[in-house]
């Protein structure tokens, strides 16, 4: 093939709907072109990589004895009904009826579909292990598709499913699985970070999670790492301390004004308290059994909630911050809430960071007011218990050793018990975005 006359157009001026730079590169070397907010047409020059990174994928999934299937992409909504994500895949999960008026959903992801193929065709544990895999279309309906093939609604996914009789065979084959994930980035040339991840509650609390995340300034995500040890962690599941926090002592509970400040740095600039001497006080909305339950979530003053670590701790299937009228109804006042209310409805987690004998300001619950003097084992009315809630941060540390954050791209995914929640004795989940 001539690439003169080959089918491959170039844009001299930037496309004014590229978010990132490797977009708006991709779209001028006539790599792809948009067809709509999170759609991408793959031009050939581009399909041709794309081949070329199959093509690895499979020689090394092949050396370990894979096979390769192709599921469809659209799948009946029964299968998502017995396994009870109908509902909890929300709005990402495109759903349509057919002319039979039979609901089908657009797969996001095949958990569904490769458990019904092992259940109806392997009858005797001589048939296993057996490890499945697909190269193929996923479809997510995203909320902001952004930043190119790296959000978009529509990509494609090497995802793939082992299963396995006990647990020696499971962990055998996830070794297998992680070392040639290892040999697929080295060959692609990549600069990858090998993560501890979070499983999640429906993989449960034993779940061997690793990310594959590739180290990138535009990347989404941010990993934790401690260059002395080499250890590395994704930001939701790195359990860090911070060392720089000053504490003072019990003091008498005082109510002051605070008129219309309602951040904690709103307060403690204009009333000279150092920020880890106040509390945030954050109360979230979580479904757990089908039932909302709420929650109060206490943060030092400059610290962030990690919603994973407590969507995890109270084994919720949705988490979302509580509405106006929610905080109305448990007597709650935004901007100057705190957890001395006599209110019931909620409990109150207070993170690990926070010393419960320390003297801290805090919401009064009462407009333009807060509370100086607040010691949590002392002045806390509703029940309450202690978790890990804060999202890492740079300066923290894991021992003696203090961290370093990078930002990075999730290129595969490896979990070691993803599919228990689909009635599979031990199995293996692992993933890769290819177009990334």
Known sequence: MRLSQGYWQTLKETPSDADIVSQQLMMRAGLMYKTG???YTYLPMALKSLKKIENIIREELDKINCFEVQMPVMTPAELWQETGRLETMGGQMLRVKDRAEREICFSPTNEETVTDLFRRTVSSYKQLP????????????EIRPRFGLMRAREFTMKDGYSFHMDKASLDKFYDEIYIAYETIFKRLGLDFIIVEADGGAMAGGGAKTHEFQVVADNGEDYVVTVPKTGFAANIEKAITVR????????AELTKFATPNQKTCEEVC????????????SLVMNAVINGKDQFFMVMLLGDDSLNEVKFKNKVAAEHIRPAQQAELENLGLVKGFMGPT???QGFKIIYDEAIDMNASYVVGANEVDHHLKGFVPSRDTKPKNFRADMRMA?????????????KKGIE????????LLRHRCDSCTRFSYRAEQ
């Open 341 to 343: 209310t006599e209110a």
């Open 243 to 250: 060392k720089d926090i000053v504490l003072a002592a019990a």
């Open 411 to 418: 290129v595969g995914h490896h979990t070691n018990n993803g």
């Open 37 to 39: 907010a999170g759609l």
């Open 130 to 141: 057996v490890c499945l895999y697909q190269i193929n279309t996923k479809f997510r309906d």
């Open 269 to 280: 600039t204009v009333h000279g308290f150092p920020i880890t001497q106040s509390l945030k």
């Open 393 to 405: 941060k740079e300066g923290d540390f894991i021992g003696d050793d203090q961290v370093v954050l």
